[in-house]
């Protein structure tokens, strides 16, 4: 067990709505960072926190948003959704905002987009 | 540009040696992790190199040369449940983001 905590664990859907992901991070880190995997592809980053703050931006969609809330917990938002948004959204943590510590990540959600 | 280049598929045996390499082309660099994702779960975290040199953790074992722009993932006495994508990740030293390669699937014969 990573310590961070996605949910939900599976979303279905359908073209054109709206959903939110939610992710607690490890105690302690301050760090949290959103992930996207489509079947059998690589990580793609979309986005990371720091603190409260927005760090870096990846191939982030404008249809998508992300914060990070005072008590570290983070929200990914995903709207107008499209069949291609169908993925594993991972969402990770680390102590710092980008040295040496490692990124452990959640289990992910599964969203289904029909 | 930014590049990290891993061999898409590898097999092996059962109780052998395997190495997964990983070759990178980044603007700097500050430390390369390698990461082991089973199908369909999260990444977990195995190893990190900053500096050259091997890295040992029980079966696995990371090297790093920085001016080859080179590392390798060595695991030994291989495990069916070794069976896994292996990925490469390197942070850069600009802006501390990571840069992941697409991975390695490693499939373990019997």
């Known amino acids: 067990d990573s310590g961070v905590t996605q949910t939900p664990k599976h979303l279905i859907t359908a073209t054109g709505q709206r959903v939110t992901l939610r992710c607690s991070p490890r105690?302690?880190?301050?760090?949290v960072y959103w992930y996207q995997q489509s079947l059998d592809q690589g990580l793609q980053f979309l986005i990371q926190?720091?603190?409260?703050?927005?760090?870096a931006k990846g191939n982030i969609l404008e249809r998508f948003s992300a914060q990070q809330f005072p008590d570290l917990h983070s929200e990914l938002n995903l709207s107008s959704l499209e069949l291609g948004d169908s993925a594993l959204y991972f969402c990770?943590?680390?102590?710092?905002?980008?040295?040496?510590?490692?990124?452990?990540f959640g289990n992910g959600t599964r969203l289904t987009v029909t | 540009g930014q590049n990290i280049d891993q061999p898409t598929e590898m097999t092996a045996t059962e109780g052998a040696i395997v190495q997964i390499n990983c070759t990178y082309q980044?603007?700097?660099?500050?430390?390369l992790f390698w990461y082991q994702q089973h199908a369909g779960e999260a990444p977990t975290f195995l190893s990190y190199?900053?500096l050259d040199g091997l890295e040992e953790k029980g079966r696995f074992s990371s090297f790093l040369s920085r001016s080859k722009g080179y590392s390798y993932l060595l695991l030994k006495e291989l495990q069916m449940k070794d069976s896994a994508s292996y990925l490469c990740?390197?942070?850069?030293?600009?802006?501390?983001?990571?840069?992941w390669g697409a991975g390695t699937k490693l499939i373990i014969k019997p």
């Open positions: 990770a943590s680390s102590v710092g905002g980008g040295e040496s510590s490692p990124l452990h």
């Open positions: 105690s302690g880190d301050l760090s």
């Open positions: 926190y720091y603190n409260g703050e927005e760090r």
């Open positions: 980044t603007s700097g660099f500050n430390g």
């Open positions: 190199n900053v």
């Open positions: 990740a390197v942070r850069e030293d600009s802006n501390y983001q990571l840069i």
